[in-house]
């Protein structure tokens, strides 16, 4: 049986961009994410970094946001990469991608930087994922990023990443880095609608440093 209701209501939403309502144009019209006013918000200062980097930091800015919600103080997201790039969380790749948010490399730092334990779940129903969450612990987990639109058939499953703030026993509230209102920040899905997209991984985050 599922837990009972428990939801994490003040945890703070990011873009993985500048803007909440500069996704839309970047994610459907293909926009120059440096045309929003505020891509300079994360530490960014070179345009072609920035937009190479931050359509692939859903991890970091799921990361950022805990962070905030426990207030650990960190540096901006772009130092945070730094950082991460150093411990093997991202690797460039010979053909110019990218592999990586890595899981365990990812736990490793975090554990370390913040004080903070991560459980490194690569095989597990999201039911019993979502079970984790309690007064200490949010969670990230893999989903396609055509989760910005659940009400349509999808593709594939994963490729990226979500925080989830909140659990009942019918499904999860989220916030999505790369969502488009009304599916950005606080979204309530059930699970069967979860699992179209779900990947089968994920991590908890749960604060132990106090």
């Not at 200062?45 to 919600?69: M, Q, V």
């Not at 990230?140 to 925080?163: A, D």
């Amino acid at each position: 049986m599922n837990p009972p209701t428990l939801r994490h209501t003040d945890v703070p939403y990011y873009t993985q961009w500048g803007s909440p309502d500069w996704v839309r144009h970047i994610v459907e019209q293909q926009g120059d994410p440096c045309d929003d006013p505020y891509w300079q918000r994360s530490g960014f200062a070179d345009p072609e970094r920035y937009r190479f980097w931050a359509k692939r930091l859903c991890g970091l800015t799921c990361l950022e946001s805990a962070l905030d919600y426990w207030g650990i103080e960190h540096a901006p997201r772009a130092a945070l990469l730094d950082e991460a790039l150093c411990r093997g969380v991202y690797r460039l790749r010979d053909d110019g991608g990218v592999d990586g948010l890595i899981y365990r490399p990812f736990a490793d730092w975090i554990g370390e930087a913040f004080g903070i334990q991560i459980e490194v779940l690569p095989q597990a129903p999201l039911d019993e994922i979502a079970a984790r969450i309690d007064g200490d612990t949010l969670a990230i987990v893999s989903v396609s990023p055509e989760i910005r639109y659940p009400e349509r058939p999808n593709q594939r499953q994963g490729g990226h990443l979500i925080q989830l703030h909140g659990r009942d026993r019918g499904g999860v509230w989220f916030h999505n880095p790369s969502g488009i209102a009304p599916h950005q920040a606080d979204v309530y899905l059930p699970f069967a609608t979860m699992a179209r997209f779900y990947a089968g991984r994920g991590m908890t985050l749960t604060r132990i440093a106090r």
